[in-house]
């Protein structure tokens, strides 16, 4: 489809379309997710934070899209990302988590979020592979399983990430919600407030394209993608578009992701 576009050069108003639907559809699930905790509706408010984060994720996927320079290398390589739950669920958790808040931390904790299965270094004791957290977060907020080696069987109430929903007292963090909606809310609103700038739409898309050509952004340039965003906003403002401070300095402006999916083999080693 991405391709179809690019030919009839309709690229930026389907990318535009595709940031804000996917934000607003993140907006309505957190609704989905707070009457489900509300409702004490635990593991299918799981699901629906999971489902919310990976949202978020694709939004990011699809901005990131647009500092990719379009390069037909790097387009399939993002499209397989926007429709793999792993990858989606990474990007949202590496813009509410990013490490040491550098490019590099974020693509380490990208890789790291996005390894399907971590196996058992040890196959004589019998324990199964590990989930990758976005992959265990949904599967264990929806089925019941049977776990071998004596535990029984698993029902979706019993997962180890359940308290993180609950509305209880006892659960509640510093600002009086629960860390399943803290993290959503740290991962989607800085593109809420971005989208209310207008930075999603067509025109300004098409800038952000135009400013990051040309620039493969990667682990240690950190500085350089400063400079391009400093240089963003004045395009921005010089076509009427301002955006704010916070928006220039949040995680989904500042960390661009995509070297982790396009091109991993030229990440340099995290140290």
């Not at 890789?111 to 270094?121: D, F, L």
């Not at 993290?183 to 800038?207: G, T």
Request: charged share 25%.
């Amino acid at each position: 489809m991405l391709k179809v576009a690019i030919d009839e050069g309709t690229i930026w108003p389907l990318i535009s379309e595709g940031i804000c639907a996917c934000v607003e559809n993140a907006a309505s699930l957190r609704k989905d997710f707070l009457v489900l905790v509300e409702n004490r509706r635990f593991p299918a408010a799981q699901f629906m934070y999971v489902t919310c984060m990976e949202e978020v994720g694709k939004a990011a996927i699809l901005f990131d899209v647009a500092r990719t320079s379009l390069a037909a290398m790097f387009l399939p390589r993002l499209c397989r990302a926007f429709y793999n739950h792993a990858a989606k669920f990474a990007y949202a958790r590496v813009l509410v988590s990013p490490g040491r808040g550098d490019l590099a931390a974020a693509l380490e904790k990208y890789r790291i979020e996005t390894i399907e299965y971590w196996h058992n270094p040890n196959p004589e004791d019998g324990e199964p592979d590990s989930l990758a957290d976005g992959l265990y977060e949904r599967e264990s907020a929806l089925y019941v399983d049977h776990v071998g080696y004596g535990r029984g069987w698993f029902r979706p109430t019993t997962s180890s990430i359940m308290p993180r929903l609950r509305a209880d007292p006892e659960f509640l963090g510093n600002s009086g919600s629960t860390s399943g909606e803290t993290e959503i809310n740290a991962a989607l609103r800085p593109l809420e407030r971005a989208h209310s700038e207008s930075l999603f739409c067509a025109d300004a898309v098409a800038m952000v394209s135009k400013e990051f050509s040309g620039v493969f952004c990667n682990a240690g340039d950190d500085e350089q993608v400063t400079y391009i965003l400093g240089r963003l906003a004045e395009s921005l403002q010089r076509s009427g578009v301002t955006i704010s401070t916070e928006t220039v300095q949040a995680n989904f402006m500042r960390l661009p992701i995509y070297a982790a999916i396009v091109a991993p083999e030229r990440i340099p080693p995290f140290r």
